[in-house]
């Protein structure tokens, strides 16, 4: 049973940073496919980043053009748990945010592609 439980949302200013976490039980940590995802109320999912690595080797990661430069994703593997660091933000990046894993091995930019996701987590940036 793999399970992500996503936590560090809440309430920023424009301009301010918040850190996203998520902790994944259930499966190797050692070798994985990760996605961050957003979606706000009445639109689809909008993708975030992503990351694939093996041991302590970043193996590629990537953001989408909206992110790129202001937001960047990482992991730690004594705590099972990947990052999304959040700076420079934008009332437009309000939205639930969600981790996702590939099980087949192959972090893409399509929602369809991931196979577990995380609870979400309510980012919301004031101006």
């Known amino acids: 049973q793999v399970q992500l439980v996503e936590s560090g949302g809440g309430l920023v200013q424009a301009g301010g940073s918040l850190r996203l976490s998520c902790a994944v039980s259930?499966?190797?940590?050692?070798?994985?496919?990760m996605g961050w995802f957003r979606q706000v109320p009445g639109k689809e999912r909008e993708f975030v980043a992503y990351?694939?690595?093996?041991?302590?080797?970043?193996?590629?990661?990537d953001y989408s053009d909206s992110v790129k430069g202001r937001f960047t994703t990482s992991k730690d593997n004594a705590k099972n748990t990947v990052y999304l660091q959040m700076n420079s933000l934008k009332p437009e990046d309000t939205a639930v945010y969600y981790c996702?894993?590939?099980?087949?091995?192959?972090?893409?930019?399509?929602?369809?592609?991931?196979?577990?996701w995380g609870q979400g987590t309510q980012v919301t940036v004031s101006s």
């Open positions: 259930g499966r190797t940590f050692s070798s994985l496919a």
């Open positions: 996702a894993v590939a099980n087949r091995g192959m972090a893409t930019v399509k929602d369809y592609d991931y196979d577990y």
């Open positions: 990351i694939r690595w093996s041991g302590r080797s970043i193996n590629y990661a």
